[in-house]
């Protein structure tokens, strides 16, 4: 396997780890447990790592390109279908119902 992305903590990893697999790349995490050798290990070399086949590799790195550089301002907002209130884009569900259906805007 081979290493796609690198972070010093393990969220940001688990979140690119899940945009991955929701495309159907598998993914292994590596040194998500050695944190405890910072101080006899250089601090970068104890980042959590994630990698991926060689043959997904180049769709990793552009699935990860386009979630780092994703303009999340441009994404809007999203009318609810049940309701009609306009939800801002980062939310899931309607703070008003409730509900999920979305009309994107």
């Known amino acids: 396997m081979i290493t796609v ?3 010093p903590n393990i969220t940001l990893l688990s979140i690119f780890r899940s945009i991955l697999e929701g495309h159907g790349i598998k993914c292994r995490v590596k040194n998500e ?3 405890a050798g910072i101080g006899d290990l250089p601090p970068i070399e104890c980042w959590p790592q994630l990698c991926v086949e060689e043959n997904d590799l180049s769709e990793a790195r552009r699935l990860l390109a386009e979630a780092l550089t994703a ?3 441009a994404a809007g ?3 609810c279908e049940t309701c009609g209130e306009d939800i801002d ?3 899931a569900l309607c703070w008003k119902c409730g509900k999920g259906s979305a009309t994107a805007e």
């Open 77 to 79: 907002t999203w009318r």
């Open 33 to 35: 447990f050695i944190s």
């Open 71 to 73: 303009d999340n301002e």
């Open 5 to 7: 992305y690198s972070a």
């Open 89 to 91: 884009w980062q939310f």
